[in-house]
């Protein structure tokens, strides 16, 4: 079992995100996971240039470190997600991860995948945050175990709670993945979302045939 965390904080090794993630990966493998680091904000990753050579061909035309980001994520069985909350947003380096992966999407390539979220913030404002992340896995067909933020505002007990917590979510991030445990509400969104973007798969077959080609594969829309 194969759990790879997500870093996206341009402070590097001074990130107060980072200190959650660390956590969050120790306590999955502690569990039995085996786990991997990837900090994108030292990356070379550029914009998307909605070519739309994913939808067509199944490839991304620009050269640079997300496809390899990409297949370490493909590969997982579980992902955890991390972003201090800048501007009441994820970190521009991992908003350009999320903009990349509309093949992602469109394929519902984490389906089958586990994760969970981490967040800091000067204030109270985690949710929103931790929201766009779990969202985003959402929309990517996977499952999201829920979220772990930490107001560095309140103090160092709120640091420590929140390190802790990352630790335990990290282990049931592993359980959860062992056990592959059912989400019904989840499911329910994939379920539509599969139900409401066949039809715009249909309406550019001709275009998108690499999308075509493979919802056709899962039986999610008929020849």
Partial sequence: MKIVGISSSPRGKNSNTLKLLNAALEGAAEAGAEVESIDVAKLKIKYCTACHSCYEKGVCNINDDYQGVLEKLLDADGIIWSSPNYITNVTAQLKTVFDRSPLVIHEQLFDGKYSLSLTTAGSDELDFVLGIMNNFMLNCGGNSIGGVGWPVARGPEAMEAAIKKSREMGK????????????????????????????????????????????????WIKE
Avoid: M, S, V
């Fill in 172 to 219: 049931d991030l592993t359980e959860a993945i062992k056990e592959k445990r059912q989400y019904p509400e989840q499911e329910a969104l994939h379920e539509a979302f599969r139900e409401r973007f066949k039809h715009i798969i249909l309406a550019n077959k001709d275009e998108w045939k690499h999308n075509c080609d493979y919802w056709i594969e899962k039986g």
